[in-house]
Nanobody, 118 residues
Framework: QVQLVESGGGLVQAGGSLRLSCAAS????????MGWFRQAPGKEREFVAA??WSGASVKGRFTISRDNAKNTVYLQMNSLKPEDTAVYYC?????????????????WGQGTQVTVSS
């Protein structure tokens, strides 16, 4: 089992920045691919960014990075817009191929709220 805990969410004005963190514990492995997804009220969960064990990223609008020594993955979000408001989830997968589908991931965090005011 792998446990994922997100942090770094909060309220920010449009144009501002936030950095989300996801700390992994349990049977962690640097070979896991890690991803970030988000879900706004009334909408489906959508892909944000992903990164493979090698550090190669599947890029979305924001920048993803990882520190394997700390079992932590980050999501740097700049130039935030009100439409970025959502709960952001971290996910880990052992056999991720594309990285953009939530069904590729085995473990999920509980999410962190990001609210962008206009």
């Amino acid at each position: 089992q792998v446990q994922l805990v997100e942090s770094g969410g909060g309220l920010v004005q449009a144009g501002g920045s936030l950095r989300l963190s996801c700390a992994a514990s349990g049977r962690t492995s640097s070979s896991y691919a890690m991803g970030w997804f988000r879900q706004a009220p009334g909408k489906e969960r959508e892909f944000v960014a992903a990164i493979r064990w090698s550090g190669a990223s599947v890029k979305g609008r924001f920048t993803i990075s990882r520190d394997n020594a700390k079992n932590t993955v980050y999501l740097q979000m700049n130039s935030l817009k009100p439409e970025d408001t959502a709960v952001y989830y971290c996910a880990a997968g052992r056999t991720v191929v594309d990285g953009q589908s939530m069904y590729e991931y085995d473990y999920w965090g509980q999410g962190t709220q990001v609210t962008v005011s206009s």
